[in-house]
């Protein structure tokens, strides 16, 4: 893979928040399109508490309760990297419009990419997985809770049906229409 340069859109993105349901994909795209714009990388699943993930493992669905302290962590990464004036992709399911706007909290320079899928293919993937927490039954309580994000939040809509490299191209053709500067050192 070729080395390309760190870039934001022309909105001023420096933060991308990849979310969508639970097996929709956002690990795997996010870590590649971090990789590739030369961005850190933070696993939102990572910054569940334990319990969440045992309550996960045992099949119950999290309340909003439940992903309070998940969402203030989320929300303490994107406020990290912004505070540092670093860029970042975080993934995070942010199903509900009030999680978003709390992670986001009205700050500028963030970017959704709303990882959009269908059932069907979503409970394929869950169930070809291996060691995540999150089993194929809690799906439904996933699409439940999901409010896809509003034209007002002005997100990137990425159908999931595509390769991941074809997403990933896409998003970098938006991502990267102003590029930054290359970090000292780079050739």
């Given at each position: 893979?070729?080395?390309?340069?760190?870039?934001?859109?022309?909105?001023?993105?420096?933060?991308?928040?990849?979310?969508?349901?639970?097996?929709?994909?956002?690990?795997?795209?996010?870590?590649?399109?971090?990789?590739?714009?030369?961005?850190?990388?933070?696993?939102?699943?990572?910054?569940?508490?334990?319990?969440?993930?045992?309550?996960?493992?045992?099949?119950?669905?999290?309340?909003?309760?439940?992903?309070?302290?998940?969402?203030?962590?989320?929300?303490?990464?994107?406020?990290?990297?912004?505070g540092q004036g670093e860029c970042g992709v975080v993934t995070c399911s942010a199903l509900k419009r009030a999680y978003?706007?709390q992670i986001i909290d009205g700050g500028g320079g963030v970017r959704l990419i709303y990882l959009r899928g269908r059932?069907?293919?979503?409970?394929?993937?869950?169930?070809?997985?291996?060691?995540?927490?999150?089993?194929?039954?809690?799906?439904?309580?996933?699409?439940?809770?999901?409010?896809?994000?509003?034209?007002?939040?002005?997100?990137?809509?990425?159908?999931?049906?595509?390769?991941?490299?074809?997403?990933?191209?896409?998003?970098?053709?938006?991502?990267?229409?102003s590029p930054l500067p290359q970090p000292r050192g780079a050739e």
């Amino acid at each position: 893979m070729t080395a390309e340069a760190p870039c934001r859109d022309a909105d001023g993105t420096t933060i991308a928040v990849i979310m969508g349901v639970s097996g929709a994909g956002k690990t795997t795209l996010g870590r590649q399109l971090a990789e590739r714009l030369h961005w850190k990388f933070a696993e939102g699943d990572a910054l569940h508490p334990p319990e969440n993930i045992a309550k996960m493992k045992s099949g119950q669905p999290l309340t909003d309760a439940d992903r309070a302290p998940w969402l203030i962590a989320v929300a303490r990464v994107i406020d990290h990297w912004r505070g540092q004036g670093e860029c970042g992709v975080v993934t995070c399911s942010a199903l509900k419009r009030a999680y978003r706007d709390q992670i986001i909290d009205g700050g500028g320079g963030v970017r959704l990419i709303y990882l959009r899928g269908r059932r069907e293919v979503i409970a394929e993937r869950i169930g070809a997985r291996q060691g995540h927490f999150m089993p194929t039954s809690l799906l439904d309580s996933q699409f439940a809770a999901l409010e896809p994000p509003g034209l007002d939040e002005n997100p990137l809509i990425v159908d999931i049906d595509h390769p991941v490299d074809e997403i990933v191209n896409g998003l970098m053709s938006v991502l990267c229409s102003s590029p930054l500067p290359q970090p000292r050192g780079a050739e």
